[in-house]
């Protein structure tokens, strides 16, 4: 029987059509500045490690659900911070990274044969998940074009696009697929880079939104961006909790369990507003600088409205602003790594660090006018 490589069905990894335009900007005098991939540059917080090493010891195997001070901090952290209230810690599950967990939640949903939605702009591993699991992809933004999905990729804060979903726009989507009986799966990674007071970020899990009903419905969290923890595969659902058990079940038999020391340092992190707080204080400050670069370089600022990236445009085709850029040494992600309606933006990350987005500020006010 002839095999059908999965690899065959998967989109080309964008990150390697970005190889010259990287190569371009390394060569520039003063060294790259990298904004391209939303990886953190500043150091975890010292109370992260803390934890992390003082758990190092232990010798037995994690548990898939974690431990009752994980499920209880995953639990605390939500309604504190994001005002989700009634959440059981049995409704809770830690993830090893949401990349991951996303990737195979089509799978252990079994949507083998169903129809995924995911955003018309979207990261592009929810479309991966989709096709590793054998479902059909569906691109929409709009319930009334969501088809006969059975599972609902959303993603606000937006990755790319920084566009966030007010509460009647959530509404409405937990209402079709209700109606319909799909679950709904909320990337909320980039909840807690809020820039906007007067449209803050909403979780999916928002007594606003359910009426108390989470039925169909799981918030995906990381600690990646908010607390600089991407190195440590740190991430958790939150939701239904019957959908949860059910997860939980099959990432037991498929050995999916966050290592123990990690979750040590989970329960550090979540407990910890502050640093968090500081943390987005950062990006701040690093995003004021770059907006106003890149306004004084011609290019328009989209969105943006929360979330750790800038969503740009010169009017010109992103391929063309990416080595545009790439000649002052500044590397960004093209909009079409996102879909076809980005194919006239930049996605520019907030993550250099404060010299090197010195750097680039420096280098878009030399070059003047795109």
Known sequence: MARSPLGSVLPDF?????????????????????????????E???TVQLALSSAASAPGYPQTAGTPQLRQA?????????????????????????????AWLPTLLGMRGESVVIPSVAYPTYEVGAKIAGAEVIRADDPADFADASLIFINSPSNPTGAVLGVEQLRAIVAWAREHDAIVASDECYMALAWDDDN??????DPRVTDGD??????????????????YRA?????????????????????????????AAMVAALDDDQTEALQAQRYAVRRAKLMRALSDAGFTISHSEAGMYLWATSGNNCREDVA??????????PGDFYGEVGAE????GLNGTDERVEAACARLAAAGQR
């Open 214 to 231: 989470m039925t169909g419905l799981i918030a995906m969290h990381s600690l990646s961006k908010s607390a600089n923890m991407a190195s």
């Open 345 to 348: 933006y930049i996605r520019v």
């Open 200 to 205: 803050p970020p909403v979780s999916i899990l």
């Open 44 to 46: 975890v917080s010292p």
């Open 14 to 42: 964008p990150w390697n059509s970005l190889a010259d335009a990287k190569a371009k900007a390394e060569s520039h005098p003063d060294g790259i500045v990298d904004l391209s991939v939303g990886t953190p540059v500043d």
């Open 74 to 102: 995953i639990a605390n952290a939500l309604e504190r911070r994001y005002g989700i209230t009634g959440l059981s810690v049995k409704a809770v599950l830690p993830v090893v990274g949401t990349k991951e967990a996303i």
């Open 235 to 263: 991430g958790f659902f939150a939701g239904d909790a019957e959908l949860i058990a059910e997860l939980l079940e099959v990432r037991k038999h498929a050995g999916l369990m966050v290592p123990g020391p990690i979750q």
């Open 324 to 333: 545009w850029l790439a000649d002052l040494g500044i590397l960004v992600a």
